[in-house]
């Protein structure tokens, strides 16, 4: 089954895909929307839908429900159509038409491609010891905050997202306890701050020995690997925020240069396969930073530069958006 070319078609709908459909319409393209996931909004739908943000120009702090939220209400009068649960799987380029064939057999046509696919397909680092707990009180991420209020919680990692659910969770859970194997995170400065003026407890050089429960998580046991003394603590949640393995599957068999794991591109976010760009944490370039904001102008610049490629008679410059208001 294929589809009538789209003049955009974008692959991956998290914060940044989305943010380059809004600007794609802006532009007064037709846009295709293809995710994996069947919701919109990427990791951080999928994930950390409850997690607060706090880089993202002009506000302050929003959770990352709201920023998606928000984008699609950004997005929807220019009517995008939605491709999801549909994963890319193979790229092809005839003539003027890049084409991607999806796991289901869809074929999607356009003018050009954006891929914001983030890091790829994703699956958490399991933790050592926890198989027969997942999804029995030990769980890999939050989607919502109330479901361990009152508990008390383990959170085991050192990492943004550890730190970020420990500031989460502090004022919902009866306690709130953060391991860490060494005694160096690897999270933002502020935040490791933030945390430690708040009643959580931070163990250092400390690694879970085991998961105590009887069909459910009840307890957790800590080993301190320098006095290798152990502590029991009591626990209804553990969250491991131990990282995730990022897989970009097909993606390495579409001719594209990638440089660990990511797609290289130039400084208008042009890959090496004509009418084929990038924005996002999918991107490597000198200087890149993995920010979600850089992200957005990254989208800016790769749907612009697409623009003459779709239509050689537009400008890269799309004009300001308080003109296009007022014209």
Known sequence: MSRAPYDLLIVGAGPVGLYAAYYAGFRGFSIGILDSLEEAGGQVTALYPEKTIFDVAGLPSIKGKDLVANLRTQLEPFTPSWHLSQRAEQLSAEGDLVTIATHE??????????????????????????????????????????????????????????????????????????VHRRDAFRAH??????????????????????????????AIELRNNVTQELTTLPAGG?????????????????????????????????????????????????????????????AAIAVNNAATVIDPALKVFPGHSTEAETA
């Not at 680092?125 to 009180?137: D, T």
């Not at 998961?211 to 998580?217: A, F, T």
């Open 238 to 298: 553990i969250v491991a925020a131990l990282g995730f393995v990022a897989d970009l599957g097909p993606l390495t068999r579409w001719g594209l240069d990638l440089e660990k794991r990511r797609i290289v591109t130039d400084t208008t976010m042009a890959t090496n396969v004509a009418r084929v760009y990038a924005a996002g944490d999918i991107v490597t370039y000198p200087g890149k930073v993995p920010l979600i904001s850089v992200g957005f102008g990254e």
């Open 189 to 218: 400065a502020h935040t490791v701050e933030q945390v430690r003026r708040t009643s959580a407890t931070i163990l250092t050089t400390t690694e879970v020995e085991r998961i105590l429960g009887d069909g459910h998580v009840e």
């Open 105 to 178: 057999g869809l074929e999607l046509s356009a003018r050009a491609v954006v891929i914001t696919g983030g890091i790829g397909t994703f699956a958490p680092r399991p933790l050592p010891g926890g198989e027969a707990f997942e999804g029995k009180g030990l769980r890999y991420f939050v989607p919502r905050l109330d479901e361990l209020a009152g508990l008390d919680v383990v959170i085991v990692g050192g990492g943004d997202s550890a730190f970020d659910w420990a500031l989460a969770l502090e004022p919902l859970a009866s306690s709130v306890t953060l």
